[in-house]
């Protein structure tokens, strides 16, 4: 698609999307039986080094070659000082998970009043909302992604769950769709799975997309315009009014 592509963009509120500080803080509040430092003003800019230095770590050799010796050289952490925090790689990698699973259902939980009345609108909305949580959080996506296959089984159910929960947004408002002849009543009910790989494929393939001069804007409409395609009531065009200009004006 062009750069003139249409697409809604979600302008997600700053006190919906978390910043790696907030993600730490809630890191320290949902684990405070497991860290032993108390003090928010020394506990979240540790946790910040130490998720921080995890993520990239994973990034660069995987998670489960990631020692521990590994993680306090990244750091600037000692042995001592990380275990203040976690008591084993597990429990790190549940800290993360939480988060990731966390921001998901609370972004795409708080869609804005000028969409909620129309389930087109909202489809759209969730798909760029999505787009735009990951690109604000990429190194914490793309690690649940990539490191999936090398949980163990609690946490592989953890990001199994984290899944279904994002379908359930998209499964919801297709059924909402369809019961107001929005949407195709013959419309597949695998539908919310398949957008998942679509939102997946922006944060793990992003050098494809950058070779390619392809812009998040431009990567979002053109989803959102896929799935309207393979949703809309018949008769109707995806590009018919259901697609905002997108936030530059074009």
């Known amino acids: 698609m062009s750069d003139n592509a249409p697409g809604i963009a979600a302008d997600l509120p700053t006190d919906v999307v978390p910043s790696t500080e907030d993600l730490c803080r809630s890191i320290l509040e949902r684990h405070h039986d497991t860290i ?18 995890a993520l990239d770590l994973s990034n660069r050799k995987g998670f489960q070659a990631m020692s521990l010796r590994d993680l306090s050289r990244e750091s600037g952490l000692s042995a001592g000082g990380l275990y203040a925090y976690f008591d084993s790689k597990t429990t790190l990698l549940k800290m993360i998970l939480g988060e990731v699973t966390d921001a998901v259902q609370r972004v795409l939980s708080h869609p804005p009043a000028a969409v909620m009345h129309d389930p087109v609108m909202h489809l759209t909305w969730l798909i760029d909302a ?75 393939k992003r050098a494809k997309y950058r070779r390619r001069g392809v812009t998040l804007d431009n990567y979002s409409a053109t989803v959102q315009d896929l799935v309207l395609r393979a949703c809309l009531a018949e008769g109707e065009s995806p590009l018919n009014g259901y697609l905002p200009a997108r936030r530059d004006g074009k």
């Open 130 to 204: 999505h787009l735009r949580l990951t690109e604000a959080m990429l190194p914490w996506f793309t690690f649940a992604f990539m490191e999936a296959k090398n949980f163990p089984p609690a946490e592989r159910r953890m990001a199994v769950d984290s899944e279904i929960l994002t379908e359930s947004f998209f499964a919801k408002v297709i059924e909402r769709g369809m019961a107001e002849g929005r949407f195709r009543p013959a419309t597949s009910p695998l539908l919310p799975a398949l957008i998942k790989p679509l939102l997946q494929e922006w944060y793990v």
């Open 36 to 53: 032993g430092v108390r003090k928010p003003n020394v506990a979240v800019p540790n946790l910040r080094r130490i998720i921080e230095a």
